[in-house]
């Protein structure tokens, strides 16, 4: 069976594009240059599924693998193009993340993957999100409204407060930093496979 392999450019500096290629070992990866390096599945303790748009990429999603001694590696599916432009990689970057996961649950029985927002991320989130839900709150209050001549009034806009907090805490669940098992990965925590850019 041929090894599954994915390539990506990762900026404008890059003299050409990284392979990644998963091996019943290891995790190699190979620069444009030719020089190899190569992650023992057993050294890998932790990854980490996210989505995380950026400027020209509003499709982005990272695969984040830490190995027990070392930097974190950083994969997404996106290609650089040219200075603004980069390609949609997802037709060849989910199965290499699937491929890759199957290999890290074999050789780490115990392992799972950690998907929603990062810490850092998930607690400016949860932040903005309060504040929003408070301005929101505030100005149902404060502003003058048609409901302001009837005589409940504060109780009815009480209730459309109350009516907002489960959409709140959706949102609040649904970005909250999770582990998950290697093999139970819900299909919103990587791209479509047809891509799209």
């Known amino acids: 069976m041929a090894p599954v392999t994915y390539l990506r450019r ?4 890059s003299r050409g594009e990284r392979e990644w290629r998963i091996e019943a070992d290891a995790l190699v ?13 057993r050294d890998i303790v932790n990854v980490r599924l996210y989505f995380e748009p ?9 695969f984040e693998l ?4 070392g930097r ?3 994969i997404d599916n996106a290609s ?8 949609d990689r997802s037709a060849a970057y989910t199965p290499f993340v699937r491929a890759a996961l199957v290999r890290v649950a074999a050789e780490n029985p115990k392992a799972r993957a950690l998907i ?7 607690f400016f989130f949860l932040l903005a999100a309060l504040l929003g839900l408070g301005a929101v709150a505030f100005a149902l209050i404060a502003a003058p409204t048609p409901l302001d001549a009837l005589p409940y009034a504060a109780l009815v806009k009480f209730g459309l407060i109350l009516l907002m907090l489960p959409v709140f805490w959706l ?4 970005a909250m930093p999770r582990g998950v098992e290697l093999d139970s990965i819900p299909p919103r925590a990587m791209p479509p496979e047809q891509g799209g850019s």
């Open 10 to 13: 990762r900026a404008a500096i």
């Open 29 to 41: 990866t190979r620069g444009a240059a030719g020089g190899e390096r190569r992650y023992p599945w």
């Open 54 to 62: 950026a400027r020209a990429r509003p499709w982005r999603h990272v």
């Open 66 to 69: 830490r190995p027990r001694n």
């Open 72 to 74: 974190m590696i950083r």
């Open 80 to 87: 650089f193009v040219r200075a603004g432009l980069f390609e």
């Open 116 to 122: 929603g927002e990062t810490q850092r991320r998930y």
């Open 171 to 174: 949102w609040v669940l649904r």
